[in-house]
């Protein structure tokens, strides 16, 4: 289901039918009177389709359509015009546009488009996902590097407790590899036949997230056109990776402990009980227990994730690693980027050592791969480390640049920090500053509500 809805035309009575109708899809919609309104309204919430009308004053619905794609080449944009004529739908379905309805405006037809409209979009998201485990299997695999006593101690635990079926909760920083490990103990168990399947339970609200976990029924909500298949039963006799567990509401981690305890669920508007078999992996960034304590996890559900506890250390903790993962790095990204860069020279390795990496391996890797990216030929110099670095200061590197946060000491301040610069660097467009600070869109906006960053 999208999220929002922007709805651009500058007839008040079409754009009021249309909004009930669409609202009353449970949609999230949002109005604007002209192409103007729309493009800045467009860029400041980033909604998931766009529904123009063409024939408007000052900018009309071809040159929004343009200006939207120049913008988000992906998105979703269906046009309406009164003037149903061919020149103008040919014209609109060459500039991008997804498809073009005349007016008055049939609402079957409409809710069909906006159905098809997300089905496609779903379906990129999940070529969008299976291109991203292609480029995981190629590169990241063998990425966990362990030179550092603690790394080496972790890896042996993880080799010990892989064939057995318990449940396992791994708590880290991010950026420290939580998913990588999860797989390692997929990859050395007797399920490793069978399906790894990964959650990001932050990214999604708590309606999609019980549909991506237990599936649906077709028709147990608006846009549930057809019967889906969760990701405890694409996860059967394998294991399902539930990564920021600590970000699930009460409500679905009642659901969740059912089917660890159980072995069993239905479908969301189903009533047909489904058996699986499948093996717990949880990640989390934040200390789980002083979430129980807080009342904000459940205590019974903790326990039943946490047969097995793998604590993972911060990269300021084993620096030790550094080295070859700044050599894994600088392979990785020369070959991607087509350089030929053959190392890295002693000092520049030695000022990536002394630095104490607050963002971890993420941090790490966005860093030699900005100095890839901005140099020419033969070994990566001292030059190429940010300033930040090299004087040590806090910062955190990769899309959004070096950003340097001078005097802050809280982690929550820092945060806050990160969050104005994204947003002042992408002028406001928040889904685009959500994925330059490499987190979700919904995940941002509690951010901003939690610092009340208007």
Same mark, same amino acid.
Request: net charge neutral; glycine share 6%; charged share 30%.
């Given at each position: 289901?999208?999220?929002?809805?922007?709805?651009?035309?500058? *007839?008040?009575?079409?754009?009021?039918?249309?909004?009930?109708?669409?609202?009353?899809?449970?949609?999230?919609?949002?109005?604007?009177?002209?192409?103007?309104?729309?493009?800045?309204?467009?860029? /400041?919430?980033?909604?998931?389709?766009?529904?123009?009308? +063409?024939?408007?004053?000052?900018?009309?619905?071809?040159?929004?359509?343009?200006?939207?794609?120049?913008?988000?080449?992906?998105?979703?944009?269906?046009?309406?015009?009164?003037?149903?004529?061919?020149?103008?739908?040919?014209?609109?379905? !060459?500039?991008?546009?997804?498809?073009?309805?005349?007016?008055?405006?049939?609402?079957?037809?409409?809710?069909?488009?906006?159905?098809?409209?997300?089905?496609?979009?779903?379906?990129? $998201? $999940?070529?969008?996902?299976?291109?991203?485990?292609?480029?995981? *299997?190629?590169?990241?695999?063998?990425?966990?590097?362990?030179?550092?006593?603690?790394?080496?101690?972790?890896?042996?635990?993880?080799?010990?407790?892989?064939?057995?079926?318990?449940?396992?909760?791994?708590?880290?920083?991010?950026?420290?590899?939580?998913?990588?490990?999860?797989?390692?103990?997929?990859?050395?168990?007797?399920?490793?036949? @069978?399906?790894?399947?990964?959650? @990001?339970?932050?990214?999604?609200?708590?309606?999609?997230?019980?549909?991506?976990?237990?599936?649906?029924?077709?028709?147990?909500?608006?846009?549930?056109?057809?019967?889906?298949?969760?990701?405890?039963?694409?996860?059967?006799?394998?294991?399902?990776?539930?990564?920021?567990?600590?970000?699930?509401?009460?409500?679905?981690?009642?659901?969740?402990?059912?089917?660890?305890?159980?072995?069993?669920?239905?479908?969301?508007?189903?009533?047909?009980?489904? !058996?699986?078999?499948?093996?717990?992996?949880?990640?989390?960034?934040?200390?789980?227990?002083?979430?129980?304590?807080?009342? /904000?996890?459940? $205590?019974?559900?903790?326990?039943?994730?946490?047969?097995?506890? #793998?604590?993972?250390?911060? #990269?300021?903790?084993?620096?030790?690693?550094?080295?070859?993962?700044?050599?894994?790095?600088?392979?990785?990204?020369?070959?991607?980027?087509?350089?030929?860069?053959?190392?890295?020279?002693?000092?520049?390795?030695?000022?990536?050592?002394?630095?104490?990496?607050?963002?971890?391996?993420?941090?790490?890797?966005?860093?030699?791969?900005?100095?890839?990216?901005?140099?020419?030929?033969?070994?990566?110099?001292?030059?190429?480390?940010?300033?930040? +670095?090299?004087?040590?200061?806090?910062?955190?590197?990769?899309?959004?640049?070096?950003?340097?946060?001078?005097?802050?000491?809280?982690?929550?301040?820092?945060?806050?920090?990160?969050?104005?610069?994204?947003?002042?660097?992408?002028?406001?467009? !928040?889904?685009?500053?959500? *994925?330059?600070?490499?987190?979700?869109?919904?995940?941002?906006?509690?951010?901003?509500? *939690?610092?009340?960053?208007?």
């Amino acid at each position: 289901m999208f999220e929002s809805i922007l709805l651009v035309d500058d *007839e008040a009575n079409a754009r009021k039918g249309m909004t009930q109708f669409l609202q009353g899809l449970d949609y999230d919609v949002m109005t604007a009177t002209n192409g103007k309104e729309g493009l800045e309204l467009f860029k /400041k919430e980033s909604p998931d389709l766009v529904i123009s009308d +063409i024939r408007m004053p000052e900018m009309d619905g071809i040159e929004l359509l343009e200006s939207i794609k120049a913008e988000a080449p992906s998105a979703k944009v269906i046009l309406l015009t009164a003037y149903g004529s061919v020149e103008d739908a040919v014209k609109a379905m !060459k500039k991008g546009a997804f498809y073009y309805l005349t007016k008055p405006v049939n609402l079957e037809e409409l809710e069909f488009l906006v159905r098809k409209a997300f089905s496609s979009y779903q379906l990129e $998201e $999940e070529n969008r996902e299976l291109k991203q485990e292609l480029f995981r *299997e190629r590169y990241d695999q063998g990425r966990l590097i362990a030179h550092s006593p603690k790394m080496k101690e972790l890896l042996k635990t993880v080799d010990k407790i892989a064939a057995s079926n318990a449940s396992v909760l791994i708590e880290g920083e991010s950026g420290t590899g939580k998913e990588l490990i999860a797989r390692r103990i997929h990859d050395l168990s007797p399920r490793k036949q @069978h399906p790894f399947i990964a959650v @990001h339970c932050a990214a999604l609200t708590e309606t999609l997230l019980a549909s991506e976990l237990f599936g649906h029924e077709k028709g147990a909500f608006t846009g549930a056109a057809d019967r889906k298949k969760g990701r405890f039963e694409r996860a059967d006799h394998g294991s399902l990776f539930l990564d920021e567990i600590g970000e699930i509401t009460q409500d679905t981690q009642v659901k969740l402990l059912r089917v660890l305890q159980e072995g069993e669920f239905e479908r969301v508007g189903g009533t047909k009980t489904i !058996k699986v078999d499948v093996r717990l992996i949880a990640a989390t960034n934040k200390t789980l227990l002083d979430e129980v304590q807080h009342q /904000k996890f459940r $205590e019974d559900l903790y326990y039943r994730i946490n047969v097995i506890y #793998l604590k993972i250390p911060p #990269l300021r903790d084993r620096k030790e690693d550094i080295p070859p993962l700044v050599d894994a790095f600088i392979r990785q990204y020369a070959a991607l980027n087509a350089k030929k860069i053959h190392g890295i020279e002693k000092d520049a390795r030695e000022a990536l050592v002394q630095y104490d990496w607050p963002g971890n391996i993420r941090e790490l890797k966005n860093i030699v791969e900005r100095m890839i990216v901005l140099s020419s030929a033969g070994m990566l110099t001292l030059d190429q480390v940010p300033e930040d +670095i090299r004087q040590g200061s806090p910062h955190v590197a990769g899309p959004l640049g070096n950003v340097a946060l001078h005097g802050i000491t809280k982690i929550s301040d820092a945060e806050q920090e990160l969050i104005r610069s994204a947003l002042r660097e992408t002028k406001g467009n !928040k889904s685009n500053a959500a *994925e330059k600070l490499g987190i979700s869109r919904r995940t941002l906006y509690r951010k901003l509500e *939690e610092y009340k960053i208007l």
